[in-house]
């Protein structure tokens, strides 16, 4: 079964405050760092432009195929494609067949590590004050974005 | 709830290129991080001049709310005097993922130098390439050499395009260090920029406990009301086009990358926010300067300003617009105590007796500054916002959330603290140690207060509410 609601993101919101990064790794590991973070900002400074990167559970799971040990999984009650630690050797593969390079390395296990979902109410959303991570029901997320992309339309449409 | 999270100190010798680490003393933790910690390390080393300390607080990478402000200090050769300056960003988080509450530069550079610390492994890198680099060039080159956007800096350089123009030391090429000229020391010591990075992070005890009591912290802040006040204040240096535009876009109303964005909470309604900016400025100075002197280096600044020099300071600007805007003509409200080519200069700090004064004067109907739950009367409203502006400068959270609203309230850092630094009293205590060295430090008594003449009873009570003498001196 596949995830009914997903975390979305508007990269247009994000101020890379790192509040999502900082909350994941202190509810999964109890330190308030970034290294240990389930996601993850990329940041472009020069051009002000942030974008979280976080697991997006996919319905056909790239790494899930390209891990050699079965060592990722879905999580049926939350549909979140987590790491087996136990399988997981820490080869990377599904690093390299995410498409988004979703999968991090653990600083500590050495094994990847991706979101979780938190259980099913994910921290970094609840901690978002800018709204650049919500966790919705599957069907909105074309939504939000079309009614997002026609709102900057609005805004720059200029009647003659 | 939580643990004092980093206890070393880094030792860098610009010099002879050398470092070291070492722990913080049982005495220097009681001075919790911030400036607190700059200001006992200064003082412990007979004040030396040479040095440069910088240190974040305790809470520093822990999402506690706009907690990874950091502090940097030193002994001024111009004033004679600690001056301290804060600046936010992700440079105190990354000092304590690198796990490091201080660093301490000593000594010059005998050529241009870059620092890059990684964890604590401290590298000294000849920075003559990046002359003339702007701030955010230099952070982008030193975060694409080691291959790591983790990496946060603290650097000299030009500004970016639509930032802050006065402001000369940056962290992460963005959130500008304000005032006092510490680029000037940066250049002096020969140094470009210090990048750091770390593996480590801070240690939480009882997370979901820990992140249950931070989410309540951010919902008290969006909470409150009183935020209003800073508001107008944003609206005012949003109009003098002081911060990035392009984190004023739409709904993300921040300074730069900040974590809370009180700017954008509260709409603001209504009058009469008189003066607000205005007095941000002085309760900024106010900490740091003697009168005269403040008053004296103030002038300077606006001489360079009409010149067309780099200034580091841009002030009668709030005041005009706090004027236009309103209608009002400050000076028959509050006579100027000095002029300058005509202009009036509201500075008056040492002690913020005077900007105390001023709130009551045009924040009365907010309430504001009365500090609800702590006042009764004027004197109890200033002792109690000095306190809370120490804790803030020591434990290194936003003074723009917590000196001038309750938001965070002596509970709040009581609760957070709980385990970590003793009950509310303490911090009380702790706080007014540190008002009572850096006063001592800076050799500031009654002539220093330069007050309106309706201060003079108040003050000889508010020096007695402080356990100061009748010439506003501390005890030992």
Redesign the interface.
């Known amino acids: 079964m596949g995830a009914e609601r997903i975390i979305a993101i508007n990269a247009e919101k994000c101020t890379n405050c790192k509040m999502c990064e900082i909350v994941c790794s202190i509810y999964h590991d109890g330190k308030g760092t970034l290294t240990n973070s389930r996601i993850k900002v990329q940041s472009w400074k020069d051009v002000a432009a942030y974008f979280p990167v976080v697991c997006q559970h996919c319905e056909t799971p790239a790494c899930e195929e390209a891990c050699p040990t079965k060592a990722r999984k879905k999580v049926e009650s939350t549909g979140a494609m987590i790491t087996d630690t136990e399988k997981c050797v820490g080869c990377k593969s599904c690093i390299y067949a995410c498409p988004f390079a979703a999968p991090s390395i653990h600083p500590d296990t050495k094994k990847t590590m991706t979101c979780d979902l938190c259980e099913g109410e994910p921290l970094c959303v609840q901690f978002c004050n800018y709204n650049a991570i919500s966790y919705v029901p599957i069907y909105e997320v074309a939504i939000n974005r079309r009614r997002s992309y026609y709102e900057v339309m609005k805004k720059t449409w200029k009647r003659g | 709830m939580s643990q004092p999270?980093q206890r070393k100190r880094l030792i860098l010798n610009l010099y002879d290129k050398q470092s070291h680490s070492e722990n913080l003393e049982n005495d220097a933790i009681e001075y919790i991080g911030g400036k607190g910690l700059n200001l006992h390390f200064l003082k412990k080393n007979g004040m030396d001049k040479d040095v440069i300390s910088i240190a974040n607080g305790p809470f520093a990478?822990?999402?506690f709310p706009c907690s990874s402000f950091s502090y940097v200090s030193k002994f001024s050769n111009t004033l004679q005097y600690p001056v301290t300056s804060g600046f936010g960003g992700?440079f105190g988080?990354a000092m304590?993922?690198a796990g490091l509450a201080q660093i301490v530069l000593k000594g010059s550079a005998k050529s241009p130098v870059s620092i890059v610390i990684d964890n604590e492994e401290v590298h000294f890198i000849d920075a003559s390439s990046l002359e003339g680099k702007s701030a955010?060039s230099t952070?982008?080159y030193i975060q694409e050499k080691y291959n790591d956007?983790?990496i946060e800096t603290l650097c000299v350089g030009h500004p970016?395009k639509d930032l802050l123009e006065h402001a000369i030391l940056f962290s992460?090429?963005?959130w500008p260090v304000y005032r006092f000229g510490f680029g000037g020391d940066f250049v002096e010591k020969g140094i470009k920029v210090i990048g750091i990075r770390?593996?480590?992070?801070?240690?939480?005890?009882s997370?979901?406990a820990?992140?249950s009591f931070i989410?309540h912290l951010?919902t008290k802040i969006a909470q409150d009301k009183q935020l209003s006040m800073v508001n107008s204040g944003w609206n005012l240096i949003k109009m003098l086009g002081d911060l990035?535009s392009?984190?004023f876009d739409?709904?993300?109303e921040?300074c730069?990358?900040?974590?809370?964005?009180c700017a954008r909470l509260i709409p603001i309604e209504g009058p009469p926010y008189l003066g607000r900016a205005l007095c941000e400025e002085i309760l900024f100075l106010s900490m740091n300067m003697k009168g005269k002197e403040c008053d004296q280096l103030l002038m300077e600044a606006y001489k360079m300003r009409e010149d067309s020099l780099d200034p580091l300071i841009l002030f009668t600007d709030y005041r005009d617009m706090v004027e236009k805007l309103h209608n009002i003509e400050l000076e028959k409200k509050l006579p100027a105590p000095l002029k300058f080519k005509g202009i009036p200069f509201y500075f008056d700090p040492a002690v913020m007796a005077n900007s105390a004064f001023y709130y009551n004067l045009t924040c009365q109907d907010y309430d504001y500054f009365k500090l609800a739950s702590y006042s009764d009367g004027e004197v109890q409203s200033l002792q109690n916002m000095m306190i809370m502006k120490t804790l803030s400068d020591m434990i290194g959270i936003c003074p723009l959330i917590t000196s001038r609203v309750p938001i965070i309230t002596m509970e709040d850092l009581h609760e957070g603290f709980e385990n970590l630094y003793g009950r509310k009293e303490t911090l009380d205590k702790k706080a007014k140690k540190l008002i009572d060295m850096e006063r001592k430090m800076s050799g500031f008594s009654k002539d220093d207060d330069l007050l309106d003449a309706s201060w003079d009873e108040k003050l000889s009570k508010f020096y007695k509410a402080m356990d100061w003498d009748d010439q506003g001196t501390p005890e030992e």
């Open positions: 999270f990478g822990s999402g992700g988080l304590g993922m955010l952070d982008m956007m983790q970016p992460s090429g963005t770390g593996d480590g992070g801070t240690l939480i005890h997370p979901k820990y992140l989410s951010f990035p392009k984190f739409g709904d993300r921040a730069y990358s900040c974590p809370v964005g």
